[in-house]
């Protein structure tokens, strides 16, 4: 009987510490996936945006690659929150 | 079908003590500052009525471009002062970068939080401090915490709002977006080795033709980090002008 028992607590033991393990896996993966939707699109938006001005006005290509440097630093930064949350979730 | 078990995350980025307390982490970040402060004092070193060669070449075209790339673009002429500032910042972080792709350091220096959020708060404490030297404690609070052309009423929502961007979230962000840009890059060169190093030794004669996939990858990522750990350099240091330059002459 206490063998039993014993068995019985360690499979129950494991499998909490696998669901554990489990949800934060696909928590981890939901979080990066979902971080990544948002900055993506931002992204495309703003680099199609500024190409496109710089087509019209090759001359002001230098201001505008500056501020789209910045604009993307700025959309990636919340991307990069996402991975680090990630790497928190799986790691940590 | 592959034995092929990815390595606890302490193992690709805590390294052990070279001497007592003085990792490879400090090491790289040495050789950053000694390797920049021996570029620019070897140039400093030639006469600058002629015309430069060797050396000087490159710490000139480096200190321009901090000029006409980074400070004229944010904070114009008066700006010019904090070009020592900066350029040594750019050096420091991009030498720290470089290394994430050097064979046998295989290691950005920046990867660990400790680098960038120190810089971030060395930023935080300029920034606030320059803005207080200009404006005055309370003038700079003012400008940003209570923009102007909004409605008296708005205030309620845009200074906590403004507090929590301007106070709080720049040096974070500011850290944040260093340290995941250069362990991004250093995990994803870590997992593409790893792939090709499992599928070439696989034990099914057939599966290592098919480790040149994610070898060509690993290749085409560490070309890729050559430009990242440029690009993340570049933008720290002009995120930092642009910090500097809107707490020392604010918007009206």
Redesign the interface.
Known sequence: MEAIARLVAAAADTTAADAKNTAAAASAGYAYGLAAIGPGIGIGYLVGKSVEAMARQPEAAGMVRTTMFLGIAFTEALALIGFVVFILLKFA | MLALDFPE?NSLLRWKDLFPSFNKIALIAVLAVVISSTIFLLALRQNHEEAPRGIRNLAETIVEFIEN?VVM??MGKEGLAWTPFLLTMFMFIYLCNVPGIIPFFQMPATARMAVPMFLALMVWVIYNATGIKHQGIGGYLKSTLFPPGVPKALYILVTPIEFISAIIVRPF?LA??L???M??GHILLVTFALLSEALFQAKDKILIPVGILPFFMLIFLTSFEVLVAF?QA??FA??TA?YIGGAAHPEH
């Open positions: 995350i790339g673009q944010t962000s944040v977006r340290f995941a840009n362990m991004a690009l570049y933008i002009m995120l642009v």
